[in-house]
């Protein structure tokens, strides 16, 4: 016999929801052109592409250790090693440490389409909003410069809770904090790790986009 599709909860069924960050609610503004012009002050010009490359490089080595920037020191020497890999495949003879803070000001984020609105649509039908995302404990400040962490009553990286999605760890440190019932909370996000970190900390799931939720919620505009 085959089973039956689980109904998606509407507003009226939760008390909170929440929110992936990367590919949910932010994206990222490619720093090539950033990284290239800093390069370039300090006598090391370098193609778009060459740039574009190192930083990829870069993403590849911070993604799994986002763990390790735990508080101001760790996260100061995740920046630095970061910092330091993208100069090695950048092929540029600079001292990782001078460069950390302009390549860490290289790395903006930018509100996805329709995140914001969304964002307030929930907060105005009486959710509470968590942040939840594997990170390093810089999100809330990534937020903030976003324009976006005022929409949360909180905010849990991956390195603060100490396991990464889909280990539920984050997910219990929020509803904690919120004090709401796992079965009355969504998640959204933008893959697998999302839904199968919901799934195990009890949380009901809808997929990105953010801008849609509201709507799939039987939130009317006006909400």
């Given at each position: 016999m085959p089973s039956r599709k689980t109904a998606?909860?509407?507003?009226?069924?939760?008390?909170?929801?929440?929110?992936?960050?990367?590919?949910?609610?932010?994206?990222?503004?490619?720093?090539?052109?950033?990284?290239?012009?800093a390069l370039a002050e300090r006598g090391f010009e370098r193609e778009l592409e060459d740039v574009a490359a190192a930083f990829r490089a870069e993403v590849a080595y911070y993604l799994p250790r986002t763990l390790e920037g735990t508080d101001?020191?760790?996260?100061?020497?995740?920046?630095?090693?970061?910092?330091a890999v993208f100069l090695e495949h950048a092929k540029v003879e600079l001292d990782a440490e001078g460069f950390t803070s302009a390549f860490v000001e290289s790395i903006v984020f930018e509100p996805l389409a329709g995140a914001a609105s969304a964002l307030a649509r929930l907060r105005r039908a009486g959710l509470v909003l968590a942040c939840v995302s594997n990170w390093d404990i810089s999100l809330a400040g990534q937020l903030e410069r976003a324009g976006l962490a005022g929409s949360f009553s909180e905010i849990v990286s991956s390195a603060e809770a100490g396991a990464a999605k889909p280990d539920p760890a984050m997910f219990a440190v929020a509803l904690e904090r919120l004090g709401v019932d796992p079965a009355r909370t969504l998640h959204i996000g933008d893959g697998d790790a999302d839904?199968?970190?919901?799934?195990?900390?009890?949380?009901?799931?809808?997929?990105?986009?953010?801008?849609?939720?509201?709507?799939?919620?039987?939130l009317g505009r006006k909400s």
């Open positions: 998606s909860p509407t507003a009226v069924d939760l008390d909170a929801v929440t929110v992936d960050a990367m590919g949910t609610l932010v994206e990222l503004d490619a720093p090539a052109g950033r990284l290239r012009t101001q020191a760790s996260l100061s020497d995740l920046r630095r090693r970061c910092t839904r199968g970190g919901a799934a195990a900390a009890r949380l009901s799931f809808e997929p990105a986009p953010l801008a849609t939720l509201p709507a799939r919620l039987g």
